[in-house]
């Protein structure tokens, strides 16, 4: 390739399909112990999954929230059964097909026909993330159905087989603009990080169904990686991490993916990052770019400058919980 046609992203779209689906706004659901012990030893009861978060957005800061998991945007989950197949066959099916960037429109309810944007998948809860404005959030109700329209699965990059695409609309590409140079795609991400603070969602054979977390415990490599800037829909790089069949460390390898929840100050867990594409660290070269979030490729709000939030957890100034407490006084 060289030219203009170097700069032109060639993909498999005339092959790919585009089919309905749905689920419902999802209500948060309590634990039986509201407590979360924190990885620096203090009980906390946050906000957490599920729900409409009005006030966290895609391109709002993830980290500092006083929140556990919490996920941007309105939480959706098909509470559907269809006669054949497992009980949550229809929401595996929605989960498995929708890709970041598909369109969201509202079915019913006040706001019917509003239009929204899928911007993640988070595993466990297996709940579908989609941004609404503002407006709309404040109108939505619990239950609302939303029709989503799945396409990218199957997506590839002809130009580029040893990359795997996975969860990623082809519409999210055009924007991104990944540009070819030679066998190297330069990509545009807002931070490059090391596998080795990868934590849930690794162990699980296929990327496509959640997220991977990302855990700023310690303090140092926060501070290296500048991870207390990361924001809702940024778009982060991974080395030595290959998502091709399950998240795994893998020196040569690097995946690209965005941020989909908050931070948590449960051991193990942090921001959670659903993977879109991985291949040879010699097919990547990433560009950092503050602009590289989904909320500002699709012009769904104003540029938000990325500013530093401490977490609550894994704080050098965080209080814990065990050897604090005051020793009794024996008569």
């Known amino acids: 390739m060289s030219g203009r046609d170097a700069a032109r992203l060639r993909l498999n779209t005339t092959r790919l399909v585009m089919q309905g689906m749905q689920g419902q706004i ?3 659901v309590g634990r039986e112990n509201p407590y979360r012990i924190g990885q620096d030893g203090v009980p906390r009861v946050l906000p957490g999954t599920g729900g409409i978060t009005i006030n966290c957005r895609i391109g709002d800061p993830c980290v500092g929230l ?8 309105a939480a959706l989950h098909n509470n559907g059964q269809e006669i054949i197949g497992a009980r949550n066959g229809p929401n595996r099916a929605l989960i498995t097909s929708a890709c970041v960037g598909n369109c969201a429109r509202v079915a019913s309810g006040p706001v019917k026909g509003a239009v929204g944007l899928v911007t993640g998948k988070h595993g466990g809860v297996d709940h579908l993330l989609v941004d609404f404005d503002t407006r709309t959030l404040c109108r939505l109700n619990i239950g609302d159905r939303i029709q989503i329209y799945t396409y990218g699965l199957g997506l590839q990059l002809l130009d580029f087989p040893q990359i795997a695409v996975t969860n990623c609309a082809p519409g999210l590409l055009r924007r991104w603009s990944p540009v070819p140079r030679g066998r190297v795609l330069e990509v545009r991400v807002t931070h490059i990080l090391p596998a080795a603070i990868m934590g849930s969602g690794l162990g699980k054979n296929s ?3 959640g997220d991977i977390d990302i855990q ?7 501070r290296r990686y500048g991870l207390e ?5 940024d778009l982060v790089a991974v080395t030595d991490s290959d998502t091709r069949y399950g998240a795994a460390w893998r020196s040569g390898r690097m995946t690209i993916g965005v941020v989909v ?3 948590s100050t449960v051991a193990a867990h942090g921001p959670g990052m659903t993977a879109l594409l991985t291949g040879p660290t010699s097919s990547f070269r990433p560009i950092r770019d503050a602009r590289a979030n989904i909320a500002f490729l699709y012009r769904r709000r104003a540029y938000i400058p990325p500013r530093a939030n401490r977490p609550l957890a894994g704080s050098l100034r965080s209080t814990p919980l065990l050897g604090r407490a005051a020793q009794p006084v024996l008569a």
């Open 216 to 222: 700023l415990f310690d303090a140092p490599t926060r």
């Open 229 to 233: 800037t990361l924001r809702f829909g």
């Open 66 to 73: 006083a929140a556990d998991h919490v996920e941007p945007g």
């Open 207 to 209: 990327v496509l169904r």
């Open 26 to 28: 999802a209500h948060p």
């Open 261 to 263: 929840h908050s931070d």
